[in-house]
Antibody
């Protein structure tokens, strides 16, 4: 079955950078987009961006542009999210999620953002 | 960006009740809408995709309807395990956007 396994919890100091990994299994890594979403304590869900595992193309949310970098390593079938210049406002659960099929929806209805990682808890504190 | 508005923000109902949650998009999103259920400390779980399609393994008491800008999630007979927060999410355009959530409790 489809699973996305993320790296473990992190405690960071203000101003530091963060790198979270996401390793999908149960499907072809290069066939589906990977999205990153975060959830601050007691808050809703906020999209950070998307990466294509096929060619590395990225799209970022305006609020995070310049601070977030999404990459992938096809040799180990893993996606990464880096966030720099951390502040306490970045304390949150960070999720990766499988997006739509990169080749497009050929047989609607098609799933999109269907499977999520378990989340990585990031705390930013001095 | 497309704004997603959910109502009510919370509700309390009895086991066996029929429960209806609504989600409105700020512009036409066709049927590009997901519904999720999130329990405390867990990742969102997909219930409904493409506005009306039931995800595999999700109980048939859940159903989705709507298209364009107005959508509904219905739980035909509320069960104790249905407590948590429900989110709608559009995937017509990036950025992906989510509703603010509806918290469901048992009376």
């Amino acid at each position: 079955q489809v699973q996305l396994v993320q790296s473990g919890a992190e405690l960071k100091q203000p101003g530091a950078s963060l790198k979270v990994s996401c390793k999908p299994s149960g499907y072809s890594f290069s066939a589906y987009y990977i999205h990153w979403v975060r959830q601050a304590p007691g808050q809703g869900l906020q999209w950070l961006g998307r990466v294509s595992p096929k060619n590395g193309a990225t799209l970022y949310a305006e609020d995070f542009r310049g601070r977030v970098t999404l990459t992938r390593d096809t040799s180990i079938a893993t996606a990464f999210m880096e966030l720099s210049s951390l502040t306490s406002a970045d304390t949150a659960l960070y999720y990766c999620a499988r997006g739509g099929y990169i080749g497009g929806c050929r047989d609607p209805p098609c799933r999109n953002i269907d499977n999520w990682g378990q989340g990585t808890l990031v705390a930013v504190s001095s | 960006d497309i704004q997603m508005t959910q109502s009510p923000s919370s509700l309390s109902a009895s086991v066996g009740d029929r429960v209806t949650l609504t989600c409105q998009a700020s512009q036409d999103i066709g049927n590009n809408l997901n519904w999720y259920h999130q329990k405390a400390g867990k990742a969102p779980k997909l219930l409904i995709y493409a506005a009306t399609s039931l995800e595999t393994g999700v109980p048939s008491r859940f159903s989705g309807s709507g298209s364009g800008t107005d959508f509904t999630l219905t739980i035909s007979s509320l069960q104790p395990e249905d407590i948590g927060v429900y989110y709608c999410q559009q995937y017509t355009n990036l950025p992906l956007t989510f509703g603010g959530g509806t918290k469901v409790e048992i009376k």
